[in-house]
């Protein structure tokens, strides 16, 4: 989009092709943590522990629920992990290329009591009332719609049923540092798909963007980086080209943006759209206090009751001053009027 003031041409938003997060979700399906593969959790790795913290928030926060339904469930991450906890799961998820992999996994793990389907987050193919869970690993921030997702969510729940939901806390100190040292970042995944991510700011209204963008090596900008020795060694280059310089290339580009999610912002969403008792904790420590003592290696074998530790600490964290936010709520327990 550009604008004309006193002759000169602002461009006031990249032109990129502007997709929706699923289509560039899709993309990664089968690459990275969407790999068709059953997780082994490596105990020095930062995004395991993270992992194995959000199987245990989740485990804890619907236990004994009769019926769970995952919205955004990616490749099964963490359903298929809680499934023996709850009487039946349904994930569903926007792209098939995720619901393939999360089948294949399933076919693997025969839990007999979790179903995967293609669906969308905005028009539930369930009628109402019909779970008493809904859990949201990641994915409500990707919802393109999220007034009418919710909307669907409160429809689709019984009467005072729950809501289970964790996000990327974006006033993080070190998410922050983070995103904005990481300007112009670009990874290769081993499938060959090109990420790129950057994070735009404006002042006047305060507003921040993340741009997640996906590269198609065969363009003239993807061939022009898989020149660069860094990327065939798998390492990201970070700040060789500088935005305004990708941006001319924006045509060869599909990007969408997602918007500031904090504490306050996530829970005024669910209070605003009708969900009452919302409560939001938050976790991402532990692995940030092992590390900066050197103690990663040494505990890595008590990783799983680290991960379990920390979930139940998550309650009495400031979420304010955590990575991930776990926020949990209910439906109206009455008919509104
Ligand atoms: C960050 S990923 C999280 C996947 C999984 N929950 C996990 O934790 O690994 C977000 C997922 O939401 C899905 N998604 C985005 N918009 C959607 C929509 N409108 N309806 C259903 N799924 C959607 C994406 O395809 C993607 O798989």
Redesign the pocket.
């Known amino acids: 989009m550009a604008c004309l003031i006193l002759g000169v041409v602002v461009k006031e938003h990249p032109i990129y092709k502007k997709v ?7 993309r ?2 089968g690459s990275g ?2 790999a068709d593969a059953d997780k082994e959790f490596l105990p020095a790795e930062r995004y395991d522990w993270t ?1 194995l913290t ?1 199987i245990e928030l989740f485990r804890s926060a619907v236990k004994g629920c009769e019926k769970v339904l ?10 298929l992990y809680i499934a023996k906890d709850v009487g039946s799961i349904i ?5 098939e290329r ?1 619901i393939k992999i999360a089948k294949n996994r399933l076919r693997r793990n025969k839990a007999g009591n979790v179903a995967f389907e293609v ?4 028009s539930l193919k369930f009628s109402d009332e019909s779970f008493d869970a809904v ?5 409500l ?5 999220k007034k009418k ?1 919710l909307g669907e969510i409160k429809r689709v729940l019984k009467k005072g049923g729950k809501v289970a939901c ?1 996000e990327e806390n974006w006033l993080y100190q070190s998410t922050r540092k983070r995103r904005f040292e990481g300007e112009g970042v670009f990874v290769l995944t081993r499938k060959g798909l090109i990420r790129y991510r950057y994070v735009r700011r404006s002042l006047h209204p305060h507003k921040e963007t993340d741009y997640r963008c996906i590269i198609d090596s065969a363009s003239i900008l993807g061939k022009k980086l898989l020149l660069n020795r860094c990327f065939f060694e798998r390492k990201t280059l970070k700040a060789e080209m500088s935005i305004e310089e990708v941006e001319q290339h924006c045509d060869e580009i599909e990007y969408d943006e997602q918007e500031n999610f904090d504490a306050e912002t996530i829970a005024c969403l669910f209070a605003e759209n009708g969900f009452e008792d919302v409560i939001v904790s938050g976790y991402g420590m532990m692995y940030d206090l092992l590390n900066s003592t050197g103690l990663v290696d040494k505990m890595s074998s008590y990783m799983k009751e680290l991960s379990r530790a920390e979930a139940i600490f998550s309650a009495l964290l400031d979420p304010q001053k955590t990575e991930m936010l776990f926020l949990t709520c209910k439906s109206n327990s009455t008919t509104s009027p």
């Open positions: 929706e997060q699923w289509e560039i979700y899709d990664l399906a943590v969407y992992l959000e995952d919205i955004g469930c990616g490749t099964g991450h963490p359903s994930g569903i998820d926007k792209s995720m669906g969308k987050a905005e859990i949201l690993c990641g994915s921030a990707t919802f393109s719609h997702c964790i």
